[in-house]
């Protein structure tokens, strides 16, 4: 089975505090996706990336950014957390499954 | 703007009952995501259907291209398909793979 791992479930940060969201998948997918996802709107996109060191953004970059070094590895940085990043936040790969997409377990982000 | 609606936004249905979700989306696609959120948060991937009708297990997705909706229908419905129900797609116009998402139904069923 595909899988993607979320390195932690829940993190509380303080505000200021510069956060490192993880995400690693073992297909060798080549799209890979951070959303973040709030009551009453879903989830929404953040930013992705389509190879290595390529990234693109998405609807709700303000605030935050990626860094793909590896193929596997996308990871999701707050630059300095503030309390409207509070959320849920899913990772997700795309690659040649019969579902297209797999999802990571989600990290609850708490920021005090 | 592309826009993905969903509905009902809550249903409450007892054990055994047959349950609808339904999903319209505005413009055209070229695939439709139906998601399964579980308490805690990870997604698991239900079905996803660019034609026609599939079928897992007491799950069935159906999708009329020509109206832009789709349904998702659970048979026989447990306590245990209490779970939020996301519906998604992917536009025609996205070279990416990224999908937009709808706001999701939360599904509870009572014994």
């Known amino acids: 089975d595909v899988k993607v791992t979320q390195s932690s479930r829940y993190l509380v940060k303080r505000t200021g505090e510069k956060v490192f969201l993880e995400c690693v998948q073992d297909?060798?997918?080549?799209?890979m996706f951070w959303y973040r996802q709030d009551p009453g709107l879903g989830l929404r996109l953040i930013y992705f990336?389509?190879?290595?060191?390529?990234?693109e953004k998405g609807d709700i970059p303000e605030g935050y950014s990626v860094s793909r070094e590896k193929k596997e590895r996308f990871s999701l940085i707050l630059e300095s957390a503030s309390t409207n990043q509070t959320s849920m936040y899913l990772c997700a790969s795309r690659g040649q499954t019969i579902y297209g997409y797999t999802f990571g377990s989600g990290t609850r982000l708490t920021v005090v | 703007k592309n826009e993905v609606e969903q509905s009902p936004q809550n249903l409450t249905a007892q054990e055994g009952e047959f349950i609808t979700i339904n999903c319209s989306y505005s413009v055209g696609i070229s695939a439709l995501h139906w998601l399964q959120q579980h308490p805690g948060g990870g997604i698991v991937s239900l079905f996803m259907l660019s034609s026609g009708k599939k079928k897992h297990g007491r799950l069935i997705a159906t999708i009329n291209i020509q109206e832009k909706h789709s349904s998702l229908h659970i048979t026989a419905s447990h306590p245990r398909d209490s779970a939020v129900y996301i519906c998604?797609?992917?536009?025609?116009?996205?070279?990416?793979?990224?999908?937009?998402f709808g706001a999701g139904t939360q599904v509870v069923v009572t014994p």
């Open positions: 990336s389509y190879d290595v060191k390529m990234k």
């Open positions: 297909m060798d997918h080549e799209n």
């Open positions: 998604a797609v992917r536009w025609t116009t996205d070279s990416w793979g990224k999908l937009q």
